[in-house]
C-alpha cells in the first residue's frame, strides 16, 4: 500500500489524536460527561475530514468547546480545561485542513508537507496561547477558570484564522 496521495489524511490522524487528548484529559480530571461529548465531537470532525464536508467539522469543532465549557461549569481546574481547549482547537485546525485539502486535491496529491507544517505552526500557537493563559491564571490566582478557556480560544482561533490565506 503506497502511502502517497490520499490528501487530508495526515491531518484526520493529528485530528483524532488532539481529540483524543482533549477527552482524554476531561475523563482523567473526572469529568465523564464532558469527555463523552468530546469523544462524540471528536468522530465528528473525523467524519467530515474523510468526507470532505465542512458541516460536520464545524460541528465538531463547536461541540469540543461546549465539551470544555461544560467541564469549566461542573468544577474543572483552569490546567485540564486548558490542556482540552488546546487540544480541541488543535483538532478542528487539523480536521478542517483536512477536509480543505480533500475537497480541493486530486486523490493521488500528497499533501503531507503542508499538512504537517499546518499542524506544527498550530501547535506552536497553541502552545504560545495556552503557556500565556496559565501564566494569566497563575499570576491572577482565584478567578473562574471558563476565563482561562475563554482567552486561550479566543486567541487560538483568532490567530489561526490570520494565518488562514482564505481569511481575507
Do not use: I
Not at 464545524?58 to 470544555?68: D, I, Q, R, T, Y
Not at 486548558?82 to 496529491?109: F, I, K, N
Not at 503557556?131 to 482567552?151: D, H, N, Q, R
Amino acid at each position: 500500500m503506497s502511502s502517497e496521495g490520499r490528501p487530508g489524511r495526515l491531518g484526520l490522524l493529528v485530528a483524532l489524536a488532539a481529540g483524543g487528548l482533549a477527552a482524554g484529559t476531561l475523563a482523567a480530571a473526572g469529568f465523564v460527561p464532558p469527555a463523552l461529548l468530546s469523544v462524540v465531537a471528536t468522530g465528528s470532525l473525523a467524519v467530515g475530514a474523510a468526507r470532505p464536508a465542512r458541516r460536520p467539522v464545524s460541528l465538531g469543532g463547536l461541540a469540543l468547546g461546549l465539551g470544555v465549557v461544560l467541564a469549566g461549569l461542573l468544577g474543572a481546574s483552569a490546567l485540564p480545561l486548558l490542556v482540552a481547549t488546546g487540544a480541541g482547537a488543535l483538532a478542528y485546525d487539523a480536521a478542517d485542513r483536512a477536509a480543505t485539502l480533500r475537497a480541493g486535491s486530486r486523490p493521488t496529491t500528497d499533501t503531507r508537507d503542508a499538512e504537517a507544517t499546518g499542524s506544527l505552526l498550530a501547535l506552536v500557537v497553541v502552545l504560545v496561547a495556552g503557556g500565556g493563559a496559565y501564566l494569566a491564571t497563575l499570576a491572577v490566582g482565584e478567578g473562574s477558570p471558563l476565563a482561562v478557556f475563554a482567552l486561550l480560544a479566543g486567541g487560538v482561533v483568532l490567530t489561526l484564522a490570520v494565518g488562514r490565506p482564505d481569511a481575507a
